[in-house]
């Protein structure tokens, strides 16, 4: 399990967001994902099986937000739940445009020396959003990191939406990840696909994914590089 103090400051971190905003504990929701492979910025972290997503959110006063996610993680042979707590604060800056800023823990159950945090910051359109997050220990490998993504939906027909997203991933000094050399230190990643409204609080994804080679990853290669992602969540 993950150790009790470990958790505890992770915690802290999303709470002290909450309090100092005045968060409303009453608008809180919740989503429950299944995927045919869990991925994170095109690399499988369920080693190309499928898993389930538990998500917590809390929207606050002034535009502060925070919330939860709990997940299955398979790491070559070590496994166990995924803890992603993340806290932060969107505010206006023109009509159509919003900016957004904050911070996200990321913690493994027994594979903890892969814990890691990020800030982050970004822009908001009404169909698309531009993030950047920075990492000074990215999966507690001594690098430095930067990840840039930009992320598009765009409406097709009522209930059909068509997506898409770009990410690049770079990371510098300390020791090179085994699994990027000789790739070099970016990495970029590809999602194209559609999504489909069912009813009022469910929604169904199929997307194709592809990763390249390189970056500041810790873990085996063996993963597909290029698959088809199911996934249906359904809001509560």
Same mark, same amino acid.
């Given at each position: 399990?993950?150790?009790?103090?470990?958790?505890?400051?992770?915690?802290?971190?999303?709470?002290?967001?909450?309090?100092?905003?005045?968060?409303?504990?009453?608008?809180?929701? =919740?989503?429950?994902?299944?995927?045919?492979?869990?991925?994170?910025?095109?690399?499988?972290?369920?080693?190309?099986?499928?898993?389930?997503?538990? =998500?917590?959110?809390?929207?606050?006063?002034?535009?502060?937000? =925070?919330?939860?996610?709990?997940?299955?993680?398979?790491?070559?042979?070590?496994?166990?739940?995924?803890?992603?707590?993340? =806290?932060?604060?969107?505010?206006?800056?023109?009509?159509?445009?919003?900016?957004?800023?904050?911070?996200?823990?990321?913690?493994?159950?027994?594979?903890?020396?892969?814990?890691?945090?990020?800030?982050?910051?970004?822009?908001?359109?009404?169909?698309?959003?531009?993030?950047?997050?920075?990492?000074?220990?990215?999966?507690?490998?001594?690098?430095?990191?930067?990840?840039?993504?930009?992320?598009?939906?765009?409406?097709?027909?009522?209930?059909?939406?068509?997506?898409?997203?770009?990410?690049?991933?770079?990371?510098?000094?300390?020791?090179?990840?085994?699994?990027?050399?000789?790739?070099?230190?970016?990495?970029?990643?590809?999602?194209?696909?559609?999504?489909?409204?069912?009813?009022?609080?469910?929604?169904?994804?199929?997307?194709?994914?592809?990763?390249?080679?390189?970056?500041?990853?810790?873990?085996?290669?063996?993963?597909?590089?290029?698959?088809?992602?199911?996934?249906?969540?359904?809001?509560?």
């Amino acid at each position: 399990m993950f150790p009790p103090a470990h958790l505890a400051r992770l915690t802290t971190l999303v709470a002290t967001l909450l309090a100092g905003a005045g968060a409303a504990w009453a608008d809180v929701g =919740g989503t429950l994902s299944l995927q045919t492979d869990a991925r994170e910025r095109g690399m499988s972290y369920s080693a190309n099986r499928p898993s389930a997503q538990l =998500g917590l959110a809390w929207d606050g006063e002034a535009g502060w937000y =925070g919330g939860a996610q709990l997940a299955h993680a398979r790491f070559s042979q070590r496994r166990g739940a995924a803890l992603q707590l993340y =806290g932060g604060r969107v505010f206006g800056l023109a009509p159509g445009l919003d900016g957004e800023a904050g911070i996200v823990a990321h913690a493994y159950e027994n594979v903890s020396n892969y814990d890691y945090q990020e800030v982050y910051a970004g822009l908001l359109g009404e169909r698309w959003n531009l993030r950047a997050y920075v990492s000074p220990d990215y999966y507690g490998i001594g690098q430095r990191s930067v990840y840039a993504e930009f992320n598009l939906r765009w409406p097709l027909a009522r209930g059909v939406a068509a997506l898409g997203h770009v990410g690049l991933l770079h990371g510098r000094g300390g020791r090179a990840s085994p699994y990027a050399e000789p790739h070099g230190a970016t990495r970029a990643d590809l999602r194209l696909g559609a999504s489909w409204q069912l009813g009022t609080s469910s929604e169904l994804q199929l997307a194709w994914t592809a990763a390249g080679r390189g970056g500041p990853y810790t873990w085996t290669d063996a993963t597909r590089r290029r698959t088809l992602v199911l996934g249906l969540t359904t809001a509560f």
